[in-house]
Structures are given as structure tokens and as C-alpha cells.
């Protein structure tokens, strides 16, 4: 018993710590428009619909996007962005003040974004099943998207790789689920008794 909730910790410590790097450093987990743009993080998600709304100051927004910003500059081998111009380094610039209201669209991801994030943020806490709900909502939008665009008449090829959904949003998923101890508890003693079985 000592030795599952050992194991059980440690899987729900380091599933915890890659949800969050993958949610804060953005790493990309699917595509799908943004207003005049493509998003494929939680956070290019939720900031897009920020700042159209101006719900949240700003310098919050752009708080939370820095990590990501320096992480693409590192890849791509160009100079770190500059903070006060972090919305032009995205893309966001032209949609600033834009209304909410017009872009009502993937709300299923929108939704799904911002319970990854705060259950990424969470989860150095105490992990919860916020992010997990928040992946299986964003798989349902995307999935949901992808359907009704096979299924119109007469949409154009353009929109035909508008909507993707990667690999990595399964990793996130599986960290999210793999992060919170009682249901790693509960797997590893489910594989246990399976393995009793097997040698009975």
C-alpha cells in the first residue's frame, strides 16, 4: 500500500509539472481561427477573446503570454520579444477593442482553454480534474468543428486545414488525467489485480 501511494505520488508530481510547462510555455496542442488569425494554445485562445472583450487589464494578459513568446523566439533563433509590444509579436494588435460578441464562435474550446489553464496553475498545488474536463471540452469543439466543415456544401479548401488537432493535446490530456493521485490510486491498483488474476 505504502508503495502505491509512493508511485502514485511521484506519476501525479511529474504529470502535474508537464501539463503545466506545456500549458504556460505553449506548446501547441491544435489549431482553429482566431478572428484574422490561427490559434494552437489554450492561452492564444483565451487572450484572443480577452482582448476583444477587454475584460482583463493588458499587462495581465500579456503576463501569462511572455513565457510562450520567449519559448517560439528560442526556437525560431530570433531576439526575445519585447513586452509592450507582445500583442504585435502575436498577432493579436489588429483585433484590440474588437467585440466580443462577434466572435462567438468555438466556445466548447474557449471554454476548455481556460479550465486548462487554471488547472494547470492549480495543479502546483494540489491537482484537480479542472484541466482534464478542459481537454475532453476542447477535443469536443474541435471534433464538433471538423464534422459540421466535412458536412458543408460548398465550403472553400481554404478552411479545409483551418481546423487540426495535434498529438500534443493528447499528452496534455493524459497529464491532466495522470496528474490528480486518487485516480492514479485507483489505475494502479485496478493493473494490480489484473496481474493477480493473470497468475491465478
Known amino acids: 500500500m505504502a508503495q502505491s501511494k509512493k508511485w502514485a505520488s511521484l506519476i501525479s508530481i511529474i504529470a502535474s509539472s508537464l501539463l503545466t510547462f506545456i500549458i504556460i510555455f505553449q506548446i501547441p496542442l491544435f489549431r482553429v481561427?482566431?478572428?484574422?488569425?490561427?490559434?494552437?494554445?489554450p492561452l492564444e485562445v483565451m487572450s484572443c477573446h480577452l482582448i476583444g472583450s477587454e475584460l482583463i487589464p493588458s499587462y495581465v494578459i500579456k503576463t501569462f503570454l511572455y513565457p510562450g513568446a520567449i519559448v517560439k523566439s528560442l526556437i525560431n533563433g530570433s531576439e526575445f520579444p519585447n513586452y509592450h509590444n507582445l500583442f504585435e509579436f502575436y498577432g493579436f494588435k489588429e483585433m484590440y477593442r474588437s467585440s466580443f460578441s462577434t466572435d462567438v464562435h468555438h466556445l466548447e474550446v474557449f471554454a476548455g482553454s481556460c479550465l486548462c489553464l487554471f488547472g494547470a496553475l492549480l495543479s502546483l498545488f494540489k491537482p484537480r480534474r479542472l484541466s482534464f474536463i478542459g481537454t475532453l471540452l476542447i477535443y469536443w469543439g474541435l471534433?464538433?468543428?471538423?464534422?459540421?466543415?466535412?458536412?458543408?456544401?460548398?465550403?472553400?479548401?481554404?478552411?479545409?486545414?483551418?481546423?487540426?488537432?495535434?498529438?500534443?493535446?493528447?499528452?496534455?490530456?493524459?497529464?491532466?488525467?495522470?496528474?490528480?493521485?486518487?485516480?492514479?490510486?485507483?489505475?494502479?491498483?485496478?493493473?494490480?489485480?489484473?496481474?493477480?488474476?493473470?497468475?491465478?
Open 33 to 41: 481561427p482566431c478572428r484574422n488569425k490561427s490559434c494552437e494554445t
Open 143 to 200: 471534433i464538433r468543428e471538423i464534422v459540421l466543415l466535412d458536412s458543408a456544401h460548398g465550403w472553400i479548401s481554404s478552411q479545409r486545414n483551418s481546423v487540426r488537432v495535434y498529438p500534443t493535446l493528447f499528452l496534455a490530456s493524459l497529464s491532466a488525467l495522470l496528474s490528480i493521485r486518487s485516480d492514479v490510486r485507483k489505475i494502479i491498483k485496478c493493473c494490480k489485480s489484473l496481474s493477480l488474476t493473470k497468475e491465478d
